[in-house]
């Protein structure tokens, strides 16, 4: 006969349950609290950056020249400056307007076709050449808008006139023919950088680009042409309409709240003039690279720093 103890199902506490239930609850805990600290410190982290720089604005365009603006005139970007410039693209958006052609302005803003990655609008000779995010968005030909008459005797009429013209040197390419220009000099644009600084040097005094273009003026009045001067040795004609401002018709359609712009030749015939004054920009006239850099920081990082 068996024990009645024997038979009893006596119940067993569920130890091990309780014990892994505390050890769960335990860890939930501790990765509720560290998920916390995280919040805590992205927050943190955050704050600390908006204080360290100045807010983001990119409907905002800040548009320069690129002689004399972002470089000295034929001249490499300084790396310095350029790193400043690539650090203001993060919070506004930046873009360059020359008379020079692409190959030109590509040369001196970065290696290859780096230029057209560092700014987000590139527009080459006068805005007749534009790119976008990188993309070529737009062609014009000059020959197109003038008609080969009227070109052939501009040409004529431009080497004509320079083979009376007595200097101290003269070296190649002295007409260029760019998409939406064409660029005349006196020297040729194959001198040396010593030899334009001393070219400059006797137009100073001698006027002779100034009288040059009175010359062209008279000829060919009511052809709806425009003549501006632009850097050291040269000079630029081109369609009346396809200065600079040629441009502004592509970004009026971009989104933009404002365009700040840049440039140098802000004065009656210089290249950035029209553009300069145009109501659809906030314009500011600049002596060099390092001065187009400071008025950038007191406009986006002083402010902003001023704010936070």
Known sequence: MRDLDDTKSTPKLNTTNHHERGHLHTRTTLQKKKRKKKRKRRKKKKKMEKSNSFSSDRTVLCLFDVDGTLTRPREKIDPQLDEFFQTLRRKVKIGIVGGSDYSKIAEQLGEGDDVIQKFDYVFAENGTVQYKDGELVSK?????????????????????????????????????????????????????????????????????????????????????????????????????????????????????????????????????????????????????????????????????????
């Open 140 to 308: 014009h030909a000059i020959q197109n808008q003038l008609g080969e008459e009227l070109l052939q005797d501009l040409i004529n009429f431009c080497l004509s006139y320079m083979g009376l013209i007595k200097l101290p040197k003269k070296r190649g390419t002295f007409i260029e023919f760019r998409n939406g220009m064409l660029n005349v000099s006196p020297i040729g644009r194959s001198c040396s950088p010593a030899e334009r600084i001393e070219f400059s040097e006797i137009d100073k005094r001698e006027k002779i680009r100034e009288k040059f273009v009175a010359a062209l003026k008279e000829k060919f009045a009511g052809k709806g042409l425009r003549f501006t001067k632009g850097g050291l040795i040269s000079f630029d004609i081109f369609p009346e309409g396809w200065d600079k401002r040629l441009c502004l018709e592509r970004l009026e359609r971009e989104g933009l709240d404002t365009i700040y712009f840049f440039g140098n030749e802000t004065t009656d015939g210089g290249n950035d003039f029209e553009i300069f004054n145009d109501p659809r920009t906030i314009g500011f006239t600049v002596f060099s690279p390092d001065d187009t850099a400071r008025i950038c920081r007191e406009l986006f990082c002083d402010a902003a720093s001023n704010d936070s």
